[in-house]
Structure formats: structure tokens, C-alpha cells
């Protein structure tokens, strides 16, 4: 049987858990990944900067999912829709605060969309991924995820497993 992995024509396994196969989806959340590393990078970023940057990624990047769950009809768009309302405000805020020189929610409110963001990628963007995909090629994407392996041994298999769950859908 053919090792697939080991094929050059084999598509790259990712380690991204916001990759989920819709292109246009994949390269928001690519740069929306970037922008987290480079928030929460050790030394003391230039906060006014770097949150203008990230609310200006988040409005379009929200506008861009509103735009194709209305435009589709997607029907379980309103929980999503609220989610991103949510989170664009409290950037809005903290963006806010910053322009006046007030720092001081800047890295909890960074800390807390890196929580956050897996997680509504993994619940919310993926439905909506495999919707965009089924719509444009009459399927849904197919997305490899590299297992994680943590530094203790412990966990492993469940990260693996979730990966597995994922790549059935
Ligand atoms: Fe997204
Ligand atoms: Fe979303």
C-alpha cells in the first residue's frame, strides 16, 4: 500500500487548527493567526499600532463570514453573527483605550482572543467552511491536521483524536 505522507504529491498535513480547506477563509484566519504570534511575541509590543491593526483585521474579516453566511443563506448564522458583533466591540473598546494611551486591557483582551479563536474556528467557521465548499465544488473540504504531541507525553492521543473527528466531517 502507498505511504501517502511520503508521496511529493501528497498535500501537506497542517498544523493550523484554523485551517479548514475554504481558501478565502483560510487566509483570514492565516493572518489573523500571524497577528496573535506577533501580540503575544515576549518584549512589549507597540500596542496602539498593533491593535489598530487587529481590529482592522477583524471588521473584515467578520464582514467578509456575515457576508457569505447571508449571501448563501446559511442557516445557522445567528449565534455566529453575534459572536463576531461581540468580539468587534470589546476590540472596538480596548482599540478605544489605547488611542488614548490607556494600555492596560491590551494583553488580556490578546490573550483572550488567542483563546478564543481556536475555538470558534473549530465550532463555528468550520460548518461554514465545509457550507462555502459544498456550495462552490459539491463537496466538503478535507483538512489533514497534524497530531499534537506535548512536551510531557500526556494528551497526545486525545489531540490526535480530535483531529481524526474533524477530518470526518
Ligand atoms: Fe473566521
Ligand atoms: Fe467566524
New binding site residues.
Given amino acids: 500500500m502507498t505511504d501517502l505522507t511520503q508521496e511529493h504529491t501528497a498535500p501537506p498535513a497542517s498544523d493550523r487548527v484554523s485551517e479548514l480547506g475554504f481558501a478565502p477563509?483560510d487566509r483570514m484566519h492565516a493572518e489573523l493567526d500571524e497577528l496573535l504570534l506577533r501580540a503575544l511575541a515576549p518584549g512589549h509590543p507597540q500596542w496602539a499600532q498593533l491593535l489598530g491593526d487587529v481590529h482592522a483585521h477583524l471588521k473584515e474579516?467578520?464582514e467578509a463570514?456575515?457576508r457569505w453566511m447571508r449571501d448563501s443563506g446559511f442557516p445557522p448564522r445567528e449565534c455566529?453573527m453575534d459572536?463576531?458583533a461581540a468580539v468587534l466591540r470589546s476590540s472596538e473598546e480596548v482599540l478605544a483605550l489605547a488611542q488614548r494611551g490607556e494600555f492596560g486591557p491590551a494583553p488580556s483582551f490578546v490573550a483572550e482572543l488567542a483563546r478564543w479563536f481556536p475555538a470558534?474556528?473549530d465550532h463555528?467557521?468550520s460548518a461554514?467552511a465545509a457550507w462555502m465548499c459544498k456550495r462552490q465544488y459539491g463537496g466538503k473540504p478535507i483538512v489533514v491536521h497534524r497530531a499534537q504531541r506535548h512536551g510531557n507525553g500526556e494528551g497526545g492521543m486525545e489531540q490526535e483524536a480530535q483531529g481524526t473527528e474533524r477530518n470526518r466531517r
Fill in positions: 477563509m474579516h467578520f463570514e456575515d455566529h459572536e463576531h470558534h474556528a463555528l467557521d461554514l
